[in-house]
């Protein structure tokens, strides 16, 4: 198993301790290039490929995700294609 494979399976288990820097890894491995939106972006990036986007704020201090964003960005992946969900 590829290690592309091991972060898309750890993801679709939603661990609690996703990191940020985990889930930039993850949209870039789908091709989406991360965009922070200027100077007065602070903790707003958006993940852009094409026309799909998605907006997400960094976690801060720790870095970790929460789980109902974990939820939404499995529904959105899903959604569009780039995962499947086996747990549904």
Known sequence: MSTRDKLIER????P?????D??????????????TKGK???????FV???LSYGIHK???SGIIKTYV??????????N???TNNNK
């Open 11 to 14: 993801f679709k288990t939603l």
């Open 16 to 20: 609690t301790d996703f990191t940020f």
């Open 22 to 35: 985990e889930l930039t890894r993850l949209f870039n491995t789908f091709g989406f290039e991360i965009n």
């Open 40 to 46: 007065t972006s602070g903790s707003r990036f958006l």
């Open 49 to 51: 490929k094409g026309d």
């Open 59 to 61: 976690p801060h201090p």
């Open 70 to 79: 974990m939820k939404q960005v499995l529904v959105f992946l899903v959604e």
């Open 81 to 83: 294609n780039f995962i």
